[in-house]
C-alpha cells in the first residue's frame, strides 16, 4: 500500500526537488516506510514517479518503488494490492521475464511487456498505477474496477500531473486551490462529490475502471477498462448458495497473501462476520476489531460482534468512543481533502487507528450490501413501487398523526420518507430517501447567485438512472448503488480513514469475480418474501449463530442527532452561524438557522443535515486559511 506522485510534462518547464519532497511528505502517511522517486528526460521535457510505501508484500528494499523492467525501459509507481500476482508471476517467468523481487508491484511491468495497454485488464485487485514506456515516451494511469484506491490528476497545456490524494497535488505550483462551486449542489445532495470532479476546478478524479493514456500525441480521454455486466442467469438456490461460498472463500484467502499481520474489523453485521469466519477457517489466530460509542446502546454492536469473536475463537479488541469526539471531527477536512458528508467517518478513522497498533492489514465486510441488496431502501422502494398511491397517501396521514420522534429509526420519521415524493418514480423517490438535501431544500437553502446549480445535483444520478432503463426495478437500484455510493462515499471512507493511520484495508466482499456473479443472480435471490440478502444468508445458513442472521440491519454510523445538541452543536453555531461563516455567503442565513433551531427543539432530526454544512464550513475555512 502506498501514495503515489508525479507529472508529465512537455512545457519544457524546470522542476526542483523541493517539490518532490513536499508531495513525498503530502503522502507520507500512506507509506511511513520508504519513498523513492525518479525523474526522465523525455523529448520537450521531464517525467517524475513517486511513491511512499507500506510494506505488506516482500519486505526487502528491493521491492521500494519505483520499479522497473529488466532493461530499465518500463517504470511504475503502484499503490494497492494485486491479488493475482503469484500466477502471474509464474506465467510471466515461463515467458522468460526475470525478477527482482517477489513483490506484487514488479509483476506489473512485465505484464506490460508482454501485453501492452492490455496488461491493465489482466490485474485482479485494488490499484491506482502510473506507468512509463520510455521507449515510447507514454504514461498510463489506472484505477480499479470499484474505485478502492483513488488517483487524481490536474492537466494544463502539455502538462499532467497526478496524486493519490488532492493534498499532494497541492504542493505543485500553478495548481490552484479555486473551489468548484458547481460540485457543491451535488455534495449537498449526495453527501460526496463523485467522479470526475472534485472540490477544486482543476482538479479531476479518474473514475474507477479507467484507464488514461499520455504520450507524445497529447493527453487522451480516460477510456473504461471494465464495467459490470448487465446479465441475469437462471440459477437454483443451492447452487447460488454454493457458488457464494465458494467465491468467498477464494476472496477471502487472496486477501489473507500478506508479509505482515492481518486482522478483520467485525462489526457484528452479516458481512464483516461471514468475512470473520472465512479468515479464521484456516486455524489461524485471527485478531478482531469492534468499535461503540460510549453510552449510545442504539450505535452499540458489541454483543454480536462478541459472539461471533468467541464461536470462531478470534483474538477480539473493542475500542470505546467517547460521545462527541470534537478533536476527530475537526481533522476530517485535512484527511478528505474535500468536504465529506458521512459522519461514520469519525468511528471508521478511530478504530483503524486502534487496529493499526496490533496489525497493518485489515479485512472488511464492505461491499455485501452492494452485491446482495442489503440496504432498507431497496425494500422500500421495491415496496412503493407495488402499493397503490391512496395506500401511500393513508400512510403519509398516519405519520402525520403519530408523535414527533427525532430518531431517523422511529416510524413516524420511516414513514415520512416513504411517503416523501409520492407521484415520482420509484427511482427518483430512491434517491430522495437517501439524500442529505433533496433537491427542493438546495432550492430554499442557496442563495440567488448558487441556483443555477441546482440541476447539478442529480446530474450523475439521473443519468445512471436513465443508463439502466428497462431493466427490473432492484438490479437499476443497485447500479446506481454501486456506481454511485459505493464507489465515491464508501470507498472514499474506507480508504482515507485507513490510510491516515497507515493501515491497509482490503474488502473481500468487492472480489470482482464475486460481484459479477452476485450482479447476475435474480432479483428474487436476493430479496424474498421481503427478507434482504436472502441467497446470502441462506449460504451461511448453518454456519453462522442464528442471532447473526436473524438480525436486522443496524448499519455503521455515528449518532451526530445527539452531538448536534452538544458540544457539536456549538462548534456548528460558532462556524456555520458565526461571524465569519463561509456557508453564509453562499446560504441564506435564516435557512442555516432554522435547521438548527427546529434540531435543537426535537422538531427534527437535522443531524445529516447539519453534519454536512459543518464538515463545507470546516473545509472552506482550511482551504482559505
Not at 453562499?586 to 427543539?601: G, Q, T, V, W
Amino acid at each position: 500500500m502506498c501514495g503515489i506522485f508525479g507529472f508529465y510534462d512537455r512545457t519544457g518547464a524546470k522542476h526542483g526537488p523541493e517539490v518532490t519532497a513536499k508531495m513525498t511528505a503530502a503522502l507520507s502517511h500512506r507509506g511511513p516506510d520508504s519513498s523513492g522517486s525518479r525523474n526522465f528526460r523525455i523529448e520537450g521535457g521531464e517525467v517524475l514517479l513517486g511513491a511512499t510505501r507500506l510494506r505488506i508484500q516482500d519486505l526487502s528494499s528491493a521491492a521500494d518503488q519505483p520499479v522497473q523492467n529488466e532493461n530499465s525501459s518500463v517504470w511504475v509507481v503502484f499503490n494497492g494490492e494485486i491479488y493475482n500476482f503469484r500466477d502471474l508471476r509464474s506465467g510471466l517467468k515461463e515467458k522468460g521475464h526475470i525478477f527482482r523481487s517477489s513483490s506484487d508491484t514488479e509483476v506489473i511491468v512485465h505484464l506490460y511487456e508482454e501485453y501492452g495497454a492490455s496488461f491493465v485488464s489482466k490485474l485482479d485487485g485494488m490499484f491506482a498505477l502510473a506507468l512509463l514506456d520510455l521507449k515510447t515516451e507514454a504514461l498510463f494511469l489506472a484505477r480499479d474496477r470499484t474505485g478502492k484506491k483513488p488517483l487524481f490528476y490536474s492537466r494544463d497545456s502539455g502538462k499532467l500531473t497526478f496524486a493519490s490524494e488532492i493534498k499532494a497535488l497541492l504542493c505543485v505550483p500553478g495548481i490552484k486551490k479555486s473551489f468548484n462551486e458547481g460540485a457543491l449542489a451535488e455534495y449537498l445532495h449526495c453527501g460526496y462529490i463523485s467522479a470526475p470532479d472534485t472540490a477544486y476546478s482543476g482538479i479531476n478524479e479518474l473514475q474507477a475502471g479507467e484507464l488514461l493514456v499520455i504520450s507524445r500525441s497529447g493527453i487522451a480521454e480516460p477510456q473504461a477498462f471494465w464495467e459490470l455486466k448487465d446479465v441475469t442467469i437462471d440459477i437454483g438456490e443451492e447452487e447460488a448458495g454454493k457458488k457464494i461460498r465458494q467465491l468467498i472463500g477464494r476472496a477471502v484467502e487472496k486477501r489473507l497473501v500478506s508479509d505482515v499481520p492481518v486482522g478483520v474489523l467485525l462489526s457484528g453485521g452479516l458481512d464483516s462476520s461471514i468475512v470473520a469466519l472465512t479468515a479464521s477457517a484456516g486455524n489461524k489466530k485471527v485478531k478482531t476489531f469492534c468499535a461503540a460509542f460510549l453510552g449510545e446502546d442504539s450505535f452499540d454492536e458489541r454483543k454480536y460482534a462478541a459472539l461471533v469473536a468467541k464461536e470462531f475463537k478470534t483474538e477480539h479488541i473493542e475500542l470505546m468512543i467517547k460521545s462527541s469526539p470534537v478533536e476527530t471531527v475537526l481533522e476530517l477536512p485535512g484527511i478528505f481533502d474535500q468536504p465529506f458528508g458521512d459522519s461514520s467517518a469519525i468511528p471508521s478513522l478511530l478504530i483503524s487507528r486502534e487496529a493499526r497498533k496490533h496489525v497493518t492489514v485489515v479485512l472488511t465486510g464492505d461491499g455485501g450490501d452492494e452485491g446482495f441488496a442489503g440496504y432498507d431502501r431497496f425494500r422500500a422502494a421495491l415496496l412503493a413501487e407495488s402499493l397503490p398511491l391512496y395506500q401511500q397517501r393513508i400512510l403519509r396521514q398516519l405519520a402525520f398523526l403519530l408523535p414527533r420522534s427525532t430518531s431517523i429509526h422511529a416510524l413516524k420519521s420511516r414513514l415520512e420518507r416513504f411517503t416523501s415524493g409520492l407521484g415520482e418514480s420509484v427511482m427518483s423517490r430512491h434517491n430522495r430517501w437517501f439524500s442529505v438535501f433533496a433537491v427542493e431544500e438546495l432550492s430554499g437553502l442557496l442563495k440567488d447567485e448558487g441556483q443555477g446549480f441546482v440541476s447539478l445535483a442529480t446530474e450523475k444520478q439521473d443519468a445512471l438512472i436513465e443508463k439502466t432503463k428497462g431493466n427490473e426495478t432492484l438490479d437499476r437500484l443497485l447500479n446506481l448503488n454501486f456506481n454511485s455510493y459505493l464507489k465515491y462515499n464508501l470507498n472514499t471512507k474506507m480508504d482515507r480513514c485507513s490510510m491516515a493511520a497507515s493501515l491497509e484495508a482490503r474488502s473481500p466482499l468487492l472480489d470482482t469475480e464475486l460481484l459479477e456473479f452476485a450482479f447476475s443472480l435474480p432479483s428474487k435471490l436476493k430479496i424474498k418474501a421481503g427478507q434482504s440478502k436472502y441467497i446470502l444468508k441462506k449460504a451461511y445458513g448453518g454456519l453462522l449463530p442464528k442471532a447473526i442472521l436473524g438480525r436486522k440491519k443496524q448499519g455503521f454510523g455515528s449518532p451526530v442527532a445527539k452531538w448536534f445538541k452538544g458540544e457539536l452543536g456549538a462548534l456548528y453555531s460558532d462556524c456555520v452561524l458565526g461571524k465569519d461563516s463561509r456557508c453564509a455567503s453562499r446560504f441564506k442565513k435564516e435557512c442555516l438557522e432554522d435547521l438548527n433551531r427546529a434540531h435543537l427543539s426535537g422538531k427534527r432530526d437535522n443531524g445529516r443535515k447539519l453534519w454536512a454544512l459543518l464538515q463545507l464550513e470546516l473545509w472552506l475555512r482550511k482551504e482559505q486559511a
